[in-house]
């Protein structure tokens, strides 16, 4: 997306613009309750001491749900489950065509997966939580006897903006006590990355986040960052960042002021025609990686101990430039994944017409 809003000045670094006149603190609605009233389910988060993070695209709400002491009462693990996609429509009441598994998280404390789910189509969908634990039993997380605490986003997209709205969250991250959220908002500077420290109290305007895109040769502020990760980059934290098209860009946390603008560093462009779907970042001898999968790229495993120094791409490219990646030939088909433990990832992978969830060992 392309949007012609080009901020004037060097792209070599973080630039912050601080908007005057207009207050950054805004009112917003924190409830408090059990059985969350979610009009719809995307992205997944965990905290600590088993706190699942939920988006609500459509009402533009985050919802933290204490999923307590009966979350750990199955078996540990993970066990793969072949055509976990028709398991979940089964227990819903409909069939695989109906149903849409629109994110997977694992909770630390047991390696249990869950899955958010649509159930329908449209405007008529209905959300649904789900976990499959280490027998490969898959069951729906009753929610009804469950907290919450929950905060509504105060400038997102218009309800009826359509795809605008369903991006009012495009991807979650905790880390050290505050939720990052990525997504839209109804500024002109509309993507955003907001901070909310959590227990949640108050919600801000956000960060108004622009990048350069090498692939379109301009500036862009409309398109959303589609997945993205915490980093510690030389002793900082970073968000590292991935865009249709595909940008892959850090932000410096310090940077996320409410109300600012700020201008993310693009690192590698990693090719057009695709979206990133999800990222992890683990170790392995000695080594640190970050493993994007993407919408018809495939899985890229990307090592991140260049990403302080690497070379910003600041002019038009053709193909691909920046970091490195290796393409994993092993990893067909993923639609979702999470880290399960220091050795193995967690994946949606298609085969065929059908998605298994399985264990995978990190490459």
Do not use: W
């Not at 088993?50 to 609500?56: F, I, K, M, P, S």
């Not at 500077?189 to 350069?212: C, M, Q």
């Amino acid at each position: 997306m392309r949007t012609g809003l080009a901020l004037k000045g060097s792209v070599l670094a973080t630039v912050v613009f601080l908007t005057a006149a207009v207050p950054n603190k805004i009112n917003t609605t924190v409830m408090t309750g059990v059985d969350a009233p979610l009009k719809s389910i995307s992205t997944l988060a965990f905290g600590p001491n088993g706190v699942l993070y939920t988006a609500d695209p459509q009402a533009a709400t985050i919802y933290a749900i204490e999923l307590g002491a009966a979350a750990t009462k199955g078996t540990a693990g993970t066990k793969d489950v072949v055509g976990v996609d028709a398991q979940v429509a089964s227990l819903l009441g409909t069939d695989a065509s109906q149903i849409t598994i629109t994110d997977l998280a694992v909770d630390a404390r047991t390696r249990n997966s869950y899955m958010s789910v649509m159930r329908g189509k449209g405007m008529d969908a209905k959300p649904a939580l789900m976990r499959v634990d280490g027998d490969g039993q898959v069951s729906i997380v009753d929610m009804e006897t469950l907290k919450y605490t929950a905060i509504s986003l105060p400038n997102a997209p218009d309800a009826n903006g359509g795809q605008a709205r369903s991006q009012s969250v495009t991807d979650m991250a905790y880390q050290d006590g505050t939720l990052y959220v990525a997504g839209l908002s109804n500024e002109e500077f509309s993507s955003k990355l907001r901070a909310l420290p959590y227990p949640f109290k108050e919600a801000d305007r956000g960060t108004s986040v622009e990048i350069y895109h090498g692939s379109h040769g301009g500036f862009e502020t409309r398109s959303p960052v589609f997945s993205f990760v915490p980093l510690t980059i030389d002793n900082q934290p970073y968000l590292i960042g991935g865009y249709l098209c595909t940008p892959l860009v850090k932000f410096p946390v310090a940077s996320l002021a409410p109300g600012a603008k700020v201008q993310g560093t693009t690192i590698a462009e990693l090719g057009a025609g695709n979206r990133p779907i999800d990222m992890i970042t683990y170790k392995k001898d000695g080594k640190q990686f970050l493993l994007m999968a993407n919408t018809s790229r495939g899985v890229m495993k990307i090592p991140t101990a260049s990403f302080g120094s690497d070379a910003p791409i600041t002019a038009p490219v053709n193909g691909t430039q920046g970091v490195a990646y290796e393409t994993i030939a092993s990893m067909q088909g993923i639609v979702q994944m999470d880290l399960l433990d220091a050795t193995h990832s967690v994946v949606l992978a298609k085969a065929g017409t059908a998605l298994n969830l399985q264990a995978v060992i990190l490459p």
